[in-house]
């Protein structure tokens, strides 16, 4: 059989993902791998046609499709991404129609279940079938039990291939049909506060509803605002997975990108991401800026900073990209105050949602930095970067440095402490379990008793 693999990765043949294709060649040498370097040379199918469409022609007459690519922060690399936005643009969804397609990624396991939804939405908009692609985590292929199972996952897409078979639908057309935002008159407020506010946008003079949001949130915030359009940025490219940042944390694009994630983003007390979405995620564009912010480590330099975004799109439609917005700013341990759409037929919600935001923000602000408790997203999303750092602590010397320093390796406690080393053997006895589980409920409350007298102590001494 012949099967296209649209490589995503930037590093092209030396990335860890295209090792396990690699493997697949060698136990699996009956069919036929057409690769393309699409992260490698998305320049060159962005401005040669004829090329493209080369890559589109093998694609119709292959037996099945395989999305090869490392996962960049919650998703494909930008470069991919740009191709997939390519392909909507051009209107060549049909040449993937029908054929039988999976993935194949690799990663540190952070958020990598996104990037899987992501390219099997994308997959069921070009008509394809998509099964269950292979998630593994970098250095998996050095397993036994990995490679029988990386084999079995692969003789099992062989086996959908040659039976065509028809796969379930997970994820439904997109339906918006909402006006543009247009507010009614807005005076400008009175900058009488002193905080650094960025928003962070892609916007084009096209994004009516997205810009009117953009200048709703400028004229109310009461403290100038700065927006930073990333599509005037110095901005050279997306990144390439390199790693020659990791040393100390200095990209090696010459250009002023990481100027402006240093002054104008994580130095901000508010930030706003806005922006307008294409396909089921943000532009390829976007992409670039937090693929690129990598150069930051896996620190979470975002602590205290209030954050919103404003999206012009149906994000109610999109699971995905609703949740790594919410994941990416817990672990980033920022607030999130809010996220507001234009997905409302009155306008004068928008703008009264955008007010409280901008309230949200100034609240937090004025609390001391307020953010709100972390969910599985966040605990989930900083233990995987715990011990992802520990492993790789050569790898990522400043952000192991800085865990350190931060205290960030909070490996897990016995909850009994040292009295878990007298109770661990006396459980072994039902009668002791019997009276243990009796009493724990009451021994609980104490803990609990012991801190709500000692705030109550502290309320009547003020």
Same mark, same amino acid.
């Given at each position: 059989?012949?099967?296209?693999?649209?490589?995503? @990765?930037? +590093?092209?043949?030396?990335?860890?993902?295209?090792?396990?294709?690699?493997?697949?060649?060698t136990?699996?040498?009956?069919?036929?791998?057409?690769?393309?370097?699409?992260?490698?040379?998305?320049?060159?199918?962005?401005?040669?046609?004829?090329?493209?469409?080369?890559?589109?022609?093998?694609?119709?007459?292959?037996?099945?499709?395989?999305?090869?690519?490392?996962?960049?922060?919650?998703?494909?690399?930008?470069?991919?991404k740009?191709?997939?936005?390519?392909?909507?643009?051009?209107?060549?969804?049909?040449?993937?129609?029908?054929?039988?397609?999976?993935?194949?990624?690799?990663?540190?396991?952070?958020?990598?279940?996104?990037?899987?939804?992501?390219?099997?939405?994308?997959?069921?908009?070009?008509?394809m079938n998509? @099964? +269950?692609?292979? @998630?593994?985590?970098?250095?998996?292929l050095?397993?036994?039990?990995?490679?029988?199972?990386?084999?079995?996952?692969?003789?099992?897409?062989?086996?959908?291939?040659?039976?065509?078979?028809?796969?379930?639908?997970?994820? !439904?057309?997109f339906?918006?049909?909402?006006?543009?935002?247009?507010?009614t008159?807005?005076?400008?407020?009175?900058?009488?506060?002193?905080?650094?506010?960025t928003?962070?946008?892609?916007?084009?003079?096209?994004?009516? !509803?997205?810009n009117n949001?953009?200048?709703?949130?400028?004229?109310?915030?009461?403290c100038?605002?700065?927006?930073?359009?990333?599509?005037?940025?110095?901005?050279?490219?997306?990144?390439?997975?390199?790693?020659?940042?990791?040393?100390?944390?200095?990209?090696?694009?010459?250009?002023?990108?990481?100027?402006?994630?240093?002054?104008q983003?994580?130095?901000?007390?508010?930030?706003?991401?806005?922006?307008?979405?294409?396909?089921? %995620?943000?532009?390829?564009?976007?992409?670039?800026?937090?693929?690129?912010?990598?150069?930051?480590?896996?620190?979470?330099?975002?602590?205290?900073?209030?954050?919103?975004?404003f999206? !012009?799109?149906?994000?109610?439609?999109?699971?995905?990209?609703?949740?790594?917005?919410?994941?990416?700013?817990?672990?980033?341990?920022?607030?999130?105050?809010?996220?507001?759409?234009?997905?409302?037929?009155?306008?004068?919600?928008i703008?009264?949602?955008?007010?409280?935001?901008?309230?949200?923000?100034?609240?937090?602000?004025?609390?001391?930095?307020?953010?709100?408790?972390?969910?599985?997203?966040?605990?989930?999303?900083?233990k995987?970067?715990?011990?992802?750092?520990?492993?790789?602590?050569?790898?990522?010397?400043?952000?192991?440095? %800085?865990?350190?320093?931060?205290?960030?390796?909070d490996?897990?406690?016995?909850?009994?402490?040292?009295?878990?080393?007298?109770?661990?053997?006396?459980?072994?006895?039902?009668?002791?379990?019997?009276?243990?589980?009796?009493? !724990?409920?009451k021994?609980?409350?104490?803990?609990?008793?012991?801190?709500?007298?000692k705030?109550?102590?502290?309320?009547?001494?003020?």
């Amino acid at each position: 059989m012949k099967f296209v693999v649209l490589n995503g @990765s930037p +590093r092209e043949t030396n990335s860890f993902t295209y090792q396990y294709l690699r493997y697949i060649e060698t136990n699996f040498p009956m069919h036929d791998f057409i690769v393309h370097h699409i992260g490698r040379k998305i320049k060159k199918i962005e401005n040669d046609q004829e090329y493209f469409d080369s890559i589109l022609k093998i694609i119709k007459g292959a037996d099945g499709v395989i999305w090869l690519y490392p996962v960049y922060i919650q998703l494909i690399p930008s470069q991919l991404k740009r191709f997939i936005e390519l392909v909507f643009e051009r209107k060549k969804q049909s040449s993937f129609k029908g054929k039988n397609a999976t993935s194949i990624s690799t990663s540190g396991k952070f958020y990598d279940h996104l990037a899987h939804y992501y390219i099997q939405a994308i997959s069921e908009d070009f008509g394809m079938n998509y @099964s +269950r692609g292979y @998630s593994a985590e970098m250095m998996e292929l050095m397993k036994k039990d990995e490679r029988i199972r990386l084999r079995k996952f692969f003789m099992q897409f062989v086996n959908n291939c040659e039976n065509k078979t028809e796969t379930a639908k997970y994820y !439904s057309p997109f339906v918006f049909d909402y006006p543009i935002y247009k507010p009614t008159k807005i005076n400008d407020n009175p900058k009488t506060k002193n905080y650094k506010v960025t928003i962070l946008t892609d916007t084009t003079e096209t994004d009516v !509803s997205l810009n009117n949001m953009i200048n709703t949130f400028v004229k109310l915030m009461p403290c100038e605002v700065t927006v930073v359009n990333i599509n005037e940025a110095d901005i050279k490219g997306g990144c390439l997975g390199c790693l020659k940042c990791a040393p100390e944390n200095i990209c090696f694009y010459p250009d002023g990108y990481m100027e402006i994630f240093k002054q104008q983003v994580i130095a901000a007390n508010a930030l706003v991401y806005a922006f307008k979405t294409q396909d089921r %995620y943000f532009s390829s564009q976007m992409k670039i800026h937090f693929d690129r912010a990598f150069f930051n480590g896996h620190r979470p330099v975002f602590t205290g900073q209030q954050q919103a975004y404003f999206v !012009s799109g149906p994000l109610r439609q999109m699971p995905i990209l609703r949740e790594a917005i919410e994941g990416m700013s817990e672990v980033g341990r920022a607030n999130l105050v809010g996220i507001v759409t234009d997905e409302y037929a009155d306008s004068k919600i928008i703008t009264n949602l955008i007010q409280n935001i901008i309230d949200g923000m100034l609240w937090g602000i004025e609390h001391d930095k307020y953010a709100g408790p972390k969910t599985f997203l966040g605990v989930g999303g900083h233990k995987v970067f715990r011990d992802l750092i520990h492993t790789y602590q050569i790898v990522f010397p400043q952000d192991y440095s %800085y865990y350190k320093k931060e205290k960030l390796f909070d490996w897990p406690k016995i909850f009994f402490g040292q009295f878990s080393f007298i109770l661990k053997p006396l459980m072994r006895f039902s009668s002791f379990r019997k009276r243990f589980f009796a009493m !724990s409920g009451k021994y609980q409350t104490r803990l609990f008793d012991k801190v709500i007298k000692k705030e109550v102590s502290n309320l009547q001494d003020q």
